[in-house]
């Protein structure tokens, strides 16, 4: 019998590989009774949410989003966890150029964009350094620029709020 709890060397569970790949069908059924499992990290600390960012897949993010809602679980908010390398999956998706997941997850949690990594920079910070943010964004993109111009205003004038 299936329990939910195996893994891979990495720590993987069945929620992460399957969000890897893209099976939402699977995803689906495994939330429905393994929910405990949106929550569970793996050896790079990636919750499945960070997973999903990485691969941009925004009906996967709604799936986890929505699952997580159902289960009302208890800690952490997981799109709201760091990586080991600092990043939330809000920081992953502007790295991998995943902007309508960012845009969606800013929707979901708009303090996602005052989120810092360990090394200081904000989401801001990153969708400049990889050029997520450019005269396309602000037309395909309104939350996340809008999000994302009001925390570089804010910077601008010094204010930490």
């Given at each position: 019998?299936?329990s939910?709890?195996?893994c891979?060397?990495t720590?993987?569970n069945?929620?992460h590989i399957?969000v ?5 069908d ?6 429905g009774?393994f929910s405990?499992?949106?929550c569970q990290?793996?050896s790079d600390?990636n919750?499945p ?8 897949d925004?009906?996967i993010?709604?799936l986890l ?6 289960a ?6 997981p799109?709201r966890?760091k ?5 939330t999956p809000?920081h992953?998706?502007?790295?991998f ?9 800013v929707?979901?949690?708009p303090q996602?964009t ?5 090394s200081g920079e904000?989401?801001l910070?990153?969708?400049i ?11 395909l993109?309104?939350?996340?620029e809008?999000?994302?111009f009001?925390?570089?205003?804010a910077?601008?004038?010094g204010?930490?709020?």
């Open positions: 019998s299936v939910g709890d195996e891979t060397v720590k993987a069945i929620l399957a890897r790949h893209e099976q939402y699977f995803i689906k059924t495994a939330l009774k405990y499992l949106l990290r793996n600390n919750t949410f960070h997973i999903a960012a990485e691969v941009g925004t009906r993010l709604e989003v929505s699952s997580y809602s159902k009302a679980l208890e800690g952490l908010v799109w966890v990586n080991s390398k600092g990043n809000l992953v998706a502007l790295i150029a995943n902007l309508q997941f960012a845009e969606k997850l929707i979901i949690d996602l005052a989120f810092l990594k360990d904000t989401p910070h990153l969708a350094r990889y050029r997520v943010i450019d005269d396309k964004s602000c037309i993109m309104p939350k996340l809008i999000s994302l009001a925390l570089y205003e910077a601008v004038k204010d930490s709020t």
